[in-house]
């Protein structure tokens, strides 16, 4: 497992954000025009980290700060 220092400037791209935005550009949502590739493309080039995701996620999620954690999955 990878443990990356954190600044308390770090922005991250979790993985899931791309994933629902690919599925709703899938769908062809009309209230929805956003590409999940090009997306992905300009916050990496915008200084946002890609999140390692994997079993041990949660595990580090534990010690996270309470506000940056997603109430709907507790990361």
Not at 18 to 24: H, L, N, R, V
Not at 30 to 47: M, V, Y
């Amino acid at each position: 497992m990878k443990v990356v220092p954190l600044d308390d400037t770090d922005a991250f791209l979790s993985p899931a954000s791309i994933w629902e935005t690919a599925i709703k550009h899938a769908q062809a949502r009309p209230d929805f025009r956003a590409d999940p590739s090009i997306l992905r493309e300009r916050l990496l080039q915008n200084g946002y980290i890609d999140m390692p995701v994997n079993e041990s996620t949660h595990l580090l999620s534990q010690h996270s700060r309470p506000f940056t954690k997603i109430p709907s999955t507790g990361f």
